[in-house]
């Protein structure tokens, strides 16, 4: 495996990637673009599920979770190319399989007689943030078989960069801080990806755009919102991201108790736009720390392009 990804990424980023993973994996303090990271905390997890349950809203919490919900976002571009007009992109995000044992079957469910080009996975497969993956490569498996056309995806920091084989192997072109150009009528419109920009800090912009024509419109994929300013800046038109769940467990209303992203709480759930960049922030289609959603629906979303200011 390891000449493979020094083939596939490079001895460098490898090597960053790595490291980082055996040095700080399971840090529940320091690193990363936040100071804490509840994932990491794992003693409390029991907690939040015993405090749920006192409640009464653990059960309706663990429906809502499988109830997921599609998302129809149309995003004008000025600079889309013609040919791409209408050009539909299913994002899954935050995926979590082996978070439960149904969770795989309850996503391929979800995306069956979807109608779009392509598919993005904005990253987090796994449940844990360290440890073993085959389950989670077993649950993508699983839902790949029900994804139709090409599929592209970008590791979160829950994933191990040891499961780049597996996600490849199963036909997903993984975007490790690089971009490739679809083609329409002779037009391009280009979609890059980025590594883990929040826990890892493993992304590099200036590589994945690196290919990119400054004249031609480009897609952006990255776990975490916490890079809008930058991605505005090296000339992206969109970019597609996840990771804060919309804050998974919220207050009436929607209003989310913590969003775990070092950025502006506006632009880690939906829509939103900074400069001329477009973003999407993804809840998620599952769950992390408790298998339980409260008044932040689990989403798919189907993203469609079209021409214009907006």
Sequence with gaps: MQAWLTQRIGRTHLQQRIGVEQDYEA???GLGRNLFHLEN???????????????????????????IRIERHRVM?????????????????????????????????AVAGLDYDICVLTGDFRARTFGPYEAALAGMRQLRERLQGPVYGILGNHDS???????????????????????????????????????HRADNLEKAADAIPGH???????????????AAYAGFDLMLCGHTHGGQICLPGGIPLICNADCPRA??????RFRTLRGYTSRGSGVSVVDVRLNCPPEITLHELRRGEG
Excluded: K
């Design 27 to 29: 840090r529940v303090f």
């Design 41 to 67: 905390w794992y003693s409390v997890h029991g907690l939040i599920r015993n405090l749920l349950r006192v409640s009464g809203l653990y059960g309706r919490g663990r429906r809502n979770a499988r109830t």
């Design 77 to 109: 571009l000025p600079r889309l190319p013609a040919a791409f007009e209408g050009f539909r992109i299913l994002q899954l995000s935050d995926l979590h399989v082996d978070m439960h044992e149904d969770m795989p079957a309850v996503l391929a469910d």
């Design 161 to 199: 960069i040891r499961m780049l084989p597996g996600l490849e192997g199963m036909g997903i072109r993984m975007l490790m801080n690089e971009s490739v150009p679809l083609e329409r009528e002779g037009q391009r419109l280009h979609l890059a990806g980025i590594d883990d920009p929040h826990y």
């Design 216 to 230: 031609e419109a480009a897609v952006l994929l990255a776990h975490s919102p916490e890079i809008y300013r930058q």
């Design 267 to 272: 632009y880690c759930r939906g829509s939103w």
